[in-house]
């Protein structure tokens, strides 16, 4: 069966969930990415770090293009991603689970494509993440009775700088239900190359201006160490339910015009 591959979020550096792990590096057109090989539940696996093991690479500085083009490298049609999020939508409560369905962009300094060569290429992203694996999460999230919402539009914020109480305002008012910094332009990227991508949000604390007390970096990777066997469970549930066969529309191909 083709593996899968992992990208673990803030909180979710270490393997160790992974048997048979080995560290492994591949070389793309945008630099060199580390990641390690192992086994899941019987499936063969990729796991990536996306802010490194010792959380040194800060969101807006995330080499997106090289992580994902090491997937694609190594054979990798479907990832699993994690993210730390923020939350704008009070029903979303820290320590609840969001499948993400939907996104709005922020974002100011990424390359956001890999089509910057004078190609001009126009990629669908009417439903950026993939129904099937979302689909499987969800029967996850209710196999071990995880409180979750199923569907859920994440505001990708520029960082490295937590947001300011008008911006979650106007984020709430756009329809933003959680906020993080990560997750655009990794979505995008395999949304070109084919891929299914699908994300596990997971909601740290509630955002700015909506959270009684400052914010701090150490509680949002305190409720991720408190959250991190349930992440590790789901993820041992999805993974060897994902199909050889896609049953999605993930790999239709950009437009080119």
Do not use: W
């Not at 990415?33 to 010792?54: A, C, E, M, P, Q």
């Not at 992440?231 to 437009?255: G, M, Q, W, Y």
């Amino acid at each position: 069966m083709k593996s899968i591959g992992i990208i673990g979020g803030s909180g979710v550096y270490s393997p160790e969930f992974i048997e048979n792990a080995k560290e492994i590096n591949v070389r793309t057109d945008f630099g060199e990415i580390s990641l390690t090989k192992g086994i899941l539940n019987g499936r063969d696996v990729y796991f990536l770090t996306r802010h490194g093991k010792h959380h040194t690479i800060p969101p807006h500085k995330v080499n997106y293009r090289g992580n994902i083009m090491a997937f694609r490298i190594l054979g990798v049609e479907r990832i699993v991603a994690t993210a730390a999020v923020g939350s704008i939508n009070k029903n979303f409560s820290p320590g609840t689970f969001v499948i993400l369905d939907q996104f709005l962009d922020f974002t100011k300094s990424r390359v956001g494509t890999f089509f910057s060569d004078g190609k001009v290429v126009h990629t669908d992203c009417t439903d950026p993440y993939c129904p099937e694996i979302s689909g499987i999460l969800r029967e996850a999230m209710k196999h071990f009775g995880y409180p979750h919402h199923l569907g859920g539009t994440y505001v990708a914020a520029e960082g490295p700088r937590f947001e300011t109480r008008a911006e979650i305002k106007a984020y709430g008012i756009l329809g933003g239900d959680v906020v993080g910094m990560t997750g655009v332009p990794e979505v995008v990227l395999a949304k070109e190359l084919g891929m299914c991508y699908a994300s596990i949000a997971v909601v740290t604390n509630f955002a700015a201006g909506i959270s009684n007390h400052m914010l701090s970096h150490k509680e949002v990777i305190d409720k991720m160490a408190e959250l991190n066997g349930k992440l590790r469970n789901i993820l041992s549930f999805v993974i060897p339910k994902i199909p050889d066969e896609r049953h999605c529309n993930c790999a239709k191909a950009p437009t080119s015009g």
